[in-house]
C-alpha cells in the first residue's frame, strides 16, 4: 500500500547504512517488507543538502541508504539524519527552505 502522504522523522544512522522506519509510521500506513519507498535523506549539519532515492523495505523495516549518499551527505554511523518518506509515484516539488 503506497504512502498517501509524506512522512518525517529524525533517525540515528546504524551500521551498514540502515535506517529503521519508526512503529508507529509502518502501522499507519501498512508499510510492507519488500515495498518500495521515495525517501528523501538530509543532514542534520546543513539541511540545504539533501538526496532522493528509491530503496526496499527490509523484513525488520529498515531500508538502506547508498553509500554514495551517505559520503555525499558526509553521514556518520549513529549519527543524526532528517529523512521524509513518499510514495514513489509521487511528484515532488523542492522549496527553498
Do not use: C
Not at 525517501?39 to 526496499?56: P, W
Not at 529498515?62 to 543524526?80: D, Q, S, T
Amino acid at each position: 500500500m503506497p504512502l498517501e502522504k509524506e512522512e518525517n522523522f529524525l533517525a540515528k544512522l546504524q551500521k551498514g547504512n540502515r535506517i529503521q522506519i519508526p512503529v508507529v509510521i509502518r502501522g499507519m500506513h501498512k508499510l510492507k517488507a519488500n515495498e518500495i519507498l521515495g525517501i528523501e535523506a538530509r543532514s542534520t549539519k546543513d539541511a540545504a543538502y539533501y538526496r532522493d532515492f528509491y530503496a526496499k523495505v527490509s523484513n525488520d523495516g529498515r531500508f538502506v541508504i547508498p553509500k554514495i549518499i551517505v559520503e555525499k551527505l558526509e553521514l556518520k554511523i549513529k549519527g543524526i539524519v532528517e529523512i521524509t518518506l513518499y510514495s514513489p509515484t509521487a511528484v515532488r516539488v523542492h522549496s527553498e527552505d
